[in-house]
């Protein structure tokens, strides 16, 4: 019982994010951006891949937007090319699909449910449906948004996900 309490509760944390960033060869930076719309950039910075974050953002969307970042680097290969660059606005993150199939050839929307599997991996989804943790407290603890957490539970129900 004790460690049914401590596997559910205890360990329930954020996954190391910059940690997987180095992992991948990217650095995290935050930064305020010349042009409010945009979100994040990947572009080579004093010779690495470096990705930028809206410093503006509230902590758990920064973390979304390093995540998404970090999906497009996974999805585009293991190598990220010297020259590799990528600037995204906000905008790229509030389109919408009416069909499932839209959704699942569309780069950012195959980018950002990759983003939400890194953030919210299966063990720590297997571990949070063993308690009886709320989304709430689910989205807390693993430093995402209600909504990102919300939007997790629905990805694990489609044929689209990243198991
Ligand atoms: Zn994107
Ligand atoms: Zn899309």
Not at 106 to 119: G, S
Request: aromatic share 8%.
């Amino acid at each position: 019982m004790a460690k049914d309490l401590l596997d559910t509760h205890g360990t329930l944390s954020p996954v190391p994010l910059i940690t997987l960033c180095h992992t991948q060869g990217l650095t995290v930076r935050r930064t305020t951006f010349a042009t409010p719309d945009v979100a994040i950039v990947v572009i080579p910075y004093h010779g690495l891949p470096t990705i930028f974050v809206d410093q503006a953002a509230s902590a758990a969307h920064q973390r979304f937007l390093i995540a998404h970042a970090l999906a497009h680097c996974v999805l585009h290969g293991q190598q990220i090319p010297d020259n590799y660059s990528l600037v995204e606005s906000y905008d790229r993150f509030t389109h919408s699909h009416n069909f499932s199939d839209d959704r699942a050839s569309c780069v950012e929307c195959r980018t950002n449910r990759l983003a939400r599997a890194i953030l919210m991996p299966p063990s720590k989804m297997a571990q949070w449906l063993r308690s009886s943790l709320s989304v709430t407290s689910g989205g807390f603890l693993l430093a995402v948004s209600p909504s990102q957490f919300r939007q997790r539970l629905r990805d694990r129900l489609s044929a689209e996900d990243f198991h």
